[in-house]
């Protein structure tokens, strides 16, 4: 391999990490949003990317202060989203279950 060649592999790899990771890497880390709210998420200009191919690229450090961003303040500590859920099915009271077959059957679901 000529001198040349690696010299242009090297910028190659450099331009592709200065561009970001794939929205299909983070989709794919537990817990993460889907690749749906992250598209949503660049057009309204809430995460920024960079278009690269047919896809978006973003870098690390936008990535993290995008989570960042879409924690909840839940008394008065912080919570991602499914923490919130957790919390909040946690600290539900508990029902009958005629209350929750009428529940149910209001919101259109099979009765329990």
Not at 76 to 84: H, I, Q, R, V, W
């Amino acid at each position: 391999m000529s001198c040349d060649t690696r010299t242009a592999d090297l910028i190659a790899l450099l331009a592709e990490a200065e561009a970001g990771r794939p929205l299909s890497y983070y989709a794919g880390l537990p817990g993460a949003p889907s690749r749906i709210t992250m598209l949503r998420a660049i057009d309204a200009g809430r995460l920024q990317a960079v278009r690269h191919a047919a896809g978006y690229r973003v870098e690390p450090a936008e990535y993290a202060r995008w989570i960042e961003s879409r924690r909840c303040v839940v008394g008065g500590s912080t919570a991602t989203d499914s923490e919130l859920v957790d919390r909040i099915v946690a600290e539900a009271p508990e029902i009958s279950p005629e209350r929750a077959a009428r529940i149910a059957r209001l919101v259109g679901g099979a009765s329990a």
